[in-house]
C-alpha cells in the first residue's frame, strides 16, 4: 500500500507522537503509584528507587549507542524494534509480581525507550525536509512531550484509581501497536553511509560509573557510607569514569567529542541542563510520596496536585524562546534556574507550614514549574545550537546523557537524603530504647510512604508524628534542590561568559577545529 508524501508526513509524525507519549507518560505517572506498587510488591524505599533508576540507568546506556546503531542498520528498523520492546516489556511491567521482576522488566523498558527517543529526532529531521514543516513538527512533537512530562502524573493517577496499578503500565501496549503502524505506513528507511564504529568502551565504561554511583548511594545507607564494600563500590565507579574519560579522548569518532566543552555557550547550556535534573526531576519522583504519605491523598488526588508542578512545563516554552532571543540563553537559562530554586524554597515553606496541604505547597510548586519552563527549551536548543551541524547529533547526545546521568544519581540522592531527614526527626521524637537498626527500619517505612501498616513500629506510632518526620525529611529534600539550583544557575552564567567574549570564544573553539580537521 503506498502512500503520498503529505500522508507519510502525518503518518511519521503519528509514530514520533506516540512514541513521545509512551516515554514521557512511563516516566511521569509512574512516581504517583510508587506508594501502591510498594504495598502490592512488598517493597520498600530502595525498591522503589532502584524501579525508577532501572529505567534511567538503561535509557542512558542506549543512548550512547543507539544512534550509532541506528544510522548503520536503518533508522526506521531500530525505531520499530525499540517501540516493539517498550510495547513488551510494558506487559511484563504490568505481569511482574515481585519488585526483582518489576526492575527487570523496567530495564528493559529504559533499553527500548532509548532507542525510540534517539531514533525519532533523526526520522523527523530526515523526512521534513522543508524548513517551515519542520518547525511545525518539531513544534507538534515537543507539544507531546510536554504533555506526558506535565500530565503524567495525573494520567496515572486516575489509572492506577479508575483500574489499577498494572494498567498504569499496560496502556502503552496499544500505543505501541498504533506507533508501529504507523511508522510503517509513513517512515522512510535512512541510513548514513559514514556511520562509525560502534563505541562499545566507551558505553560500558560509562554505564558502570552511573551505576556504581546510583548503587553507592542507594545502598550506602544499609551497608555504610564509609563500609569497605560501600567504599569500593564507589571507587570502582571512579575508575569507571577514568576510564570513559581516557577512552573518548582516544576514540576516532566518540560519541563524547571533549573538544565541545571549549565552547561557552555549549557548557553553560549544559550546567542548565545538569540543574534541572538535579532538582526538579528527582522530586517529581518523591513529592507524590509526601502528597499520599504525610497527607493523606489518593493515588488520583496526588496526580492532581501534581499538575501545579508540572503543567507550567507544558506552557511556558513558547514565552522561554521569546525571552531567550530577546535577552540571549545566558539570561533565560540562569534566571530560569534561579526561578526554580526560589519555588523549590517556597515549597519547603509550604510543607512546614502548620496546615499544610496542596494549597500551601500551591505557589512553590508553580514558580518551580515555571522556572523549569523557562530553562527546559533554550537549554536544549543551546547546546545543539552552539555547535557545526556536522556535531549537531553528538551534542544532543551528551545533552540527553547529561540529564539523565544527573537524574539517575539524584534519585538515589534525594532517596537517601529523604531517609536521613526523616531518621533525625524520629532520633529526637521517639524514646532512647529504639536501637539504630530499629530507628532505620522505621524510617525505611514512612519514607516509603506506603502502608505502614507492614510496620508493626510504625503502625503504633502517632499519626502526628509519621507525618511530621516525613515532612522534615522533605524539607531537607527541598532544600537540596533548591541548592542545586542556585548553584548550577551560577555555574552557567560563569560558563557564558559576557556575549562578546563567549561569541569570540566559540568562534576560536571552532577555528582550531576547522584548522585541526583531516582535509
Known amino acids: 500500500m503506498s502512500s ?33 506498587l510498594e504495598t502490592a510488591l512488598r517493597g520498600d524505599l530502595k525498591d522503589m528507587q532502584w524501579v525508577m533508576n532501572a529505567y534511567t540507568i538503561a535509557c542512558t546506556t542506549v543512548l550512547m549507542a543507539a544512534g550509532t546503531l541506528a544510522d548503520r542498520y536503518g533508522r526506521r528498523r531500530l525505531f520499530v524494534v525499540g517501540t516493539v520492546g517498550f510495547g513488551v516489556a510494558s506487559l511484563l511491567c504490568g505481569l511482574a509480581t515481585s519488585v526483582t521482576l518489576l526492575v527487570a522488566a523496567r530495564a528493559v523498558q529504559g533499553l527500548a525507550g532509548g532507542v525510540m527517543l534517539i531514533c525519532q529526532v533523526a526520522i523527523l529531521s530526515h523526512q521534513f525536509q522543508d524548513e517551515r514543516r ?51 505506513l509513513g517512515i522512510e528507511e535512512s541510513r548514513d553511509p559514514q556511520a562509525g564504529r560502534l563505541d562499545l568502551g566507551g558505553m560500558l565504561s560509562m554505564s558502570a560509573a552511573v551505576l556504581g554511583a546510583a548503587y553507592y548511594l542507594t545502598q550506602g545507607g544499609e551497608l555504610g557510607f564509609g563500609s569497605g564494600v560501600a567504599l569500593a563500590v564507589l571507587a570502582c565507579a571512579g575508575l569507571s569514569l577514568g576510564a570513559f574519560i581516557l577512552i573518548e579522548r582516544s576514540h576516532a569518532q566518540p560519541m563524547f567529542d571533549f573538544a565541545v566543552f571549549g565552547i561557552r555557550r555549549f557548557r553553560g547550556a549544559l550546567m542548565g541542563c545538569i540543574g534541572m535534573n538535579f532538582s526538579y526531576w528527582p522530586l517529581v519522583i518523591y513529592l507524590p510520596i509526601y502528597y499520599q504519605g504525610a497527607l493523606g491523598y489518593g493515588a488520583m488526588a496526588a496526580g492532581l496536585a501534581m499538575l501545579a508542578y508540572t503543567a507550567p512545563t507544558l506552557l511556558l516554552p513558547p514565552l522561554a524562546e521569546r525571552f531567550a532571543a530577546r535577552y540571549g540563553p545566558r539570561a533565560a537559562i540562569t534566571s530560569g534556574l534561579v526561578m526554580l530554586g526560589l519555588g523549590l524554597l517556597m515549597l519547603r515553606l509550604g510543607i512546614e507550614a502548620e496546615h499544610a496541604g496542596w494549597l500551601s505547597l500551591l505557589p512553590g510548586s508553580l514558580a518551580a514549574g515555571i522556572g523549569l519552563g523557562l530553562t527546559q527549551t533554550p537549554t536544549t536548543n543551546t547546546t545543539t545550537g552552539a555547535v557545526p551541524r556536522s556535531r549537531a547529533g553528538m551534542a544532543s547526545g551528551i545533552d540527553m546523557s547529561a540529564r539523565l546521568i544527573t537524574l539517575a544519581i539524584n534519585i538515589a540522592a534525594m532517596g537517601s537524603i529523604l531517609l536521613a531527614g526523616v531518621a533525625a526527626w524520629l532520633a529526637e521524637a521517639l524514646p532512647e530504647a529504639h536501637d539504630a537498626a530499629a530507628l532505620r527500619a522505621l524510617a525505611e517505612a514512612i519514607a ?31 532544600l537540596y534542590g533548591a541548592t542545586g539550583a542556585f548553584v548550577f544557575a551560577w555555574l552557567a552564567y560563569v560558563m557564558f561568559g559576557r556575549q562578546a567574549d563567549e561569541a569570540r570564544g566559540d568562534v576560536d573553539v571552532l577555528c582550531r577545529e576547522t584548522d585541526s580537521s583531516p582535509s
Open 4 to 36: 503520498s508524501p503529505d500522508s507519510k508526513q502525518v503518518f511519521t509524525l503519528a509514530a514520533a507522537v506516540l512514541a513521545t507519549l509512551m516515554f514521557c507518560l512511563e516516566s511521569s505517572s509512574i512516581p504517583v503509584i510508587l506508594p501502591t
Open 134 to 184: 519542520r518547525r511545525r513538527a518539531f513544534a507538534i512533537w515537543g507539544v507531546a512531550l510536554g504533555f506526558g512530562l506535565g500530565f503524567g502524573a495525573m494520567v496515572g493517577g486516575a489509572v492506577a484509581a479508575l483500574l489499577n496499578w498494572q494498567w498504569v503500565f499496560w496502556l502503552h501496549a496499544p500505543l505501541a501497536v498504533l506507533a508501529v503502524l504507523a511508522a510503517w
Open 448 to 478: 516509603a510512604g506506603g502502608d505502614t501498616r507492614t510496620s508493626e513500629a510504625a503502625h503504633a506510632l502517632p499519626v502526628a508524628v509519621m507525618h511530621g518526620a516525613l515532612a522534615h525529611g522533605f524539607g531537607w529534600v527541598t
